[in-house]
T-cell receptor, first 115, second 114 residues
Framework: DGGITQSPKYLFRKEGQNVTLSCEQNLNHDAMYWYRQDPGQGLRLIYYSQIVNDFQKGDIAEGYSVSREKKESFPLTVTSAQKNPTAFYLC??????????????FGDGTRLSIL | GENVEQHPSTLSVQEGDSAVIKCTYSDSASNYFPWYKQELGKRPQLIIDIRSNVGEKKDQRIAVTLNKTAKHFSLHITETQPEDSAVYFCAAHAGGTSYGKLTFGQGTILTVHP
């Protein structure tokens, strides 16, 4: 969807380095999400945020960190503690609401590789 | 937590045939079930979704059915075309303490032969 922008498209990480993936949305969505996709596999949730200044761990949060200082931005940092970071990272957003069962719309993804 | 199983992992059909992909879920509290299509190297695109108060939903050649008792839902594509070739993912949202979380199936690679 044109309203969700991820950058960069490709990213290379050196040993011991932290890298940050950017995700910006102009859809006025309250909720934002980060997923990891490995070849031939489904999407696994890393972190999600339902509102500014609040976020929760997903199923595979170890080695990752996030912040949600602005409604439109949800950056993901892949830390040196993540020993197998090579994957396709997808950011998504959705409308809020007290049931949370709203369609999620995805960005174009960032492909992260180890140098 | 929620667990979603998707079958088959690969599906090959001739152009014009129908394709069916099935998913089962474990949490009876799940109330929202989207389907996504992902072409190689691109973002997943929402193609259809269904909520737990509905048994079936249709959009042109695509339909989704939901059986809450059996805890399974299916994607049906009729009159398949080569451009339908992609990876399809089902997902389930459990609500409650899993507020906002979608759990995805492993994906089905659909190939439509001309």
């Amino acid at each position: 969807d044109g309203g969700i922008t991820q950058s960069p498209k490709y990213l290379f990480r050196k040993e011991g380095q932290n890298v940050t993936l950017s995700c910006e949305q102009n859809l006025n969505h309250d909720a934002m999400y980060w997923y990891r996709q490995d070849p031939g596999q489904g999407l696994r949730l890393i972190y999600y945020s339902q509102i500014v200044n609040d976020f929760q761990k997903g199923d595979i949060a170890e080695g990752y960190s996030v912040s949600r200082e602005k409604k439109e931005s949800f950056p993901l940092t892949v830390t040196s503690a993540q020993k197998n970071p090579t994957a396709f990272y997808l950011c998504a957003s959705s409308k809020g609401g007290n049931r949370g069962n709203q369609p999620q719309h995805f960005g174009d993804g960032t492909r992260l590789s180890i140098l | 937590g929620e667990n979603v199983e998707q079958h088959p992992s690969t599906l090959s059909v001739q152009e014009g045939d129908s394709a069916v992909i099935k998913c089962t879920y474990s949490d009876s509290a799940s109330n929202y079930f989207p389907w996504y299509k992902q072409e190689l190297g691109k973002r997943p695109q929402l193609i259809i979704d269904i909520r737990s108060n509905v048994g079936e939903k249709k959009d042109q050649r695509i339909a989704v059915t939901l059986n809450k008792t059996a805890k399974h839902f299916s994607l049906h594509i009729t009159e398949t075309q080569p451009e339908d070739s992609a990876v399809y993912f089902c997902a389930a949202h459990a609500g409650g303490t899993s507020y906002g979380k979608l759990t995805f199936g492993q994906g089905t690679i659909l190939t439509v032969h001309p």
